[in-house]
């Protein structure tokens, strides 16, 4: 049995795009600017409000919910806004939609949402166009519909709105609701990049390093990438560390890398929690400590990422910076290798093979070497032929039956997962093979 395969296999990802969200209230600042020449002191504010000002309404609203020069008064503030919003002004209208989106002051309630986005999107607001379409991109209150989404963001990214601009891009780029066009979703990145916003800066450096909807131009990722470094990206981070742990563009500077992987690991990025894990072990960029591995390649598994589960498994096997701990292993494995991660189900194959931290099963073996191998696995088509050499042919039946068994569960739980998983349009993270 060929024992190479217990080497942790860190193959990772050199940078990552980031997801869609949807967008926060307007700041108190361009609120009270909105309304500056009938702002004055609150009392005169208040009049005006009673009298049926909707901009005095909505300044009186946003003055309660924050404190801004009179006592916080949450059901104040949520009365002058309701107001507001049924005069039919945009910005108190996308407020209230925002508020029964997430449950803030009200009941959860996304048909109210959706009510009050569409009203004020009506009126053409770039925030509430933005806004609903996350609703139609997410399937929040309405059904999934990435073709209105994109032209929702389309209408809002026509009058200037960098996030809508972000959020375009990204259907262009993955040919969601729109014809894919990766030409237009780099320029629509570039733009919203250049009007400073730090997830289009990091994605457009992504554009850059992949040379998709452009030529790859390593300077320009560096320049993106720092930017978004910068307004505080954790993705970034780690995409800067890749390129001085390889030298893109720029020497290699592995100690460089694990600096700027511990940055982007310290804010929970997993696949940075990885590769900083890679570099102790390897001693590459810092001195060699299993223990630092094991502490990152710990907090990665702890979020259920395969090849962390896998790695760390790999550590306990071996007692590297852990106590040397078979069934540790074996249940580190058998997490990963019910994601169908080929390496893990390897892994977990040999150990039932020879009953290490698991009860000896050779049906066992044969099921996880079997679905290892038609993943691509060399070494568990070999280890699988050697172990049907000494299996009976019930056992044989038996190791058949259970690879039946697992692979229709697995299609069942993915096709139940895939509604869901339609809903993320954007992951931070291609998966790592190893």
């Given at each position: 049995m ?8 860190f193959?990772?990802?050199?940078a990552m ?15 009270w600017?909105?309304?500056a020449?009938?702002?004055g ?10 009298a ?6 909505y300044?009186v ?6 404190g ?9 503030g ?12 945009a ?12 449950g803030a ?16 999107a009506e009126?053409?607001?770039?925030a509430a ?35 809508a ?10 040919g ?14 570039h ?7 730090p997830?289009?800066?990091q ?5 850059y ?9 390593y300077?320009?990722?560096l ?15 780690h995409s800067?560390?890749h ?16 600096g ?19 570099l102790?072990?390897k ?8 223990s ?23 550590l306990y ?12 292993a074996?249940d580190?494995f ?5 994601q169908?991660y080929?390496l893990a189900?390897?892994n977990l194959?040999f150990l039932?093979q020879?009953?290490?931290g ?9 099921k996880w ?8 696995r ?5 280890a699988?032929?050697a ?10 039946r ?12 697995y299609?069942n739980l993915k ?20």
């Amino acid at each position: 049995m060929n024992k190479q395969f217990w080497g942790c296999g860190f193959v990772f990802v050199a940078a990552m795009l980031l997801s869609a969200q949807d967008m926060p209230l307007e700041s108190n600042e361009n609120l009270w600017n909105a309304v500056a020449n009938r702002s004055g002191p609150f009392l005169e504010l208040l009049r005006q409000a009673e009298a049926g000002d909707k901009y005095a309404q909505y300044s009186v609203a946003i003055a309660y919910a924050t404190g801004s020069g009179v006592p916080k008064n949450d059901g104040e503030g949520l009365r002058w806004l309701l107001q507001a919003a049924e005069q039919g002004l945009a910005g108190a209208q996308n407020n209230l939609g925002y508020r029964y989106e997430h449950g803030a002051g009200v009941p959860q309630d996304y048909g109210e949402a959706l009510r009050w986005f569409s009203s004020a999107a009506e009126q053409k607001l770039p925030a509430a166009q933005y806004n609903l379409a996350y609703l139609y991109q997410s399937g929040e209150g309405v059904p999934l519909d990435y073709a209105r989404a994109a032209e929702l963001y389309g209408q809002a990214a026509a009058q200037g709105l960098a996030q809508a601009r972000h959020q375009l891009g990204f259907a262009y780029l993955d040919g969601r609701g729109v014809p894919r066009n990766t030409t237009e979703a780099f320029d629509l990145f570039h733009l919203a990049a250049e009007q400073g916003l730090p997830a289009a800066q990091q994605n457009l450096g992504v554009m850059y390093f992949e040379g998709e909807g452009t030529a790859r131009n390593y300077p320009e990722a560096l320049k993106w990438f720092s930017r978004a470094a910068n307004g505080g990206v954790p993705e970034a981070y780690h995409s800067l560390g890749h390129i001085y742990e390889f030298g893109n563009g720029v020497a290699r500077d592995p100690a460089k890398a694990a600096g700027l992987y511990r940055q982007a690991a310290e804010h929970d990025l997993v696949i940075a929690q990885i590769e900083l894990a890679a570099l102790y072990e390897k001693g590459k960029g810092v001195q060699r400590d299993y223990s630092e591995a094991a502490k990152w390649l710990g907090r990665a598994a702890a979020r259920g990422h395969p090849l962390a589960e896998t790695a760390i498994g790999a550590l306990y096997y071996r007692g590297e910076g852990v106590s040397r701990d078979y069934r540790q292993a074996a249940d580190w494995f058998q997490k990963a290798a019910e994601q169908n991660y080929a390496l893990a189900q390897e892994n977990l194959g040999f150990l039932c093979q020879n009953g290490l931290g698991v009860p000896l099963s050779y049906a066992e073996a044969y099921k996880w070497f079997t679905l290892a191998a038609k993943s691509g696995r060399a070494g568990s088509g070999r280890a699988l032929v050697a172990l049907k050499q000494i299996m009976t042919a019930a056992q044989v039946r038996y190791g058949q039956a259970k690879v039946s068994e697992w692979v229709s569960h697995y299609n069942n739980l993915k096709g139940a997962t895939q509604g869901t998983e339609a809903r993320e349009l954007h992951s931070y993270a291609t998966a790592a093979q190893p």
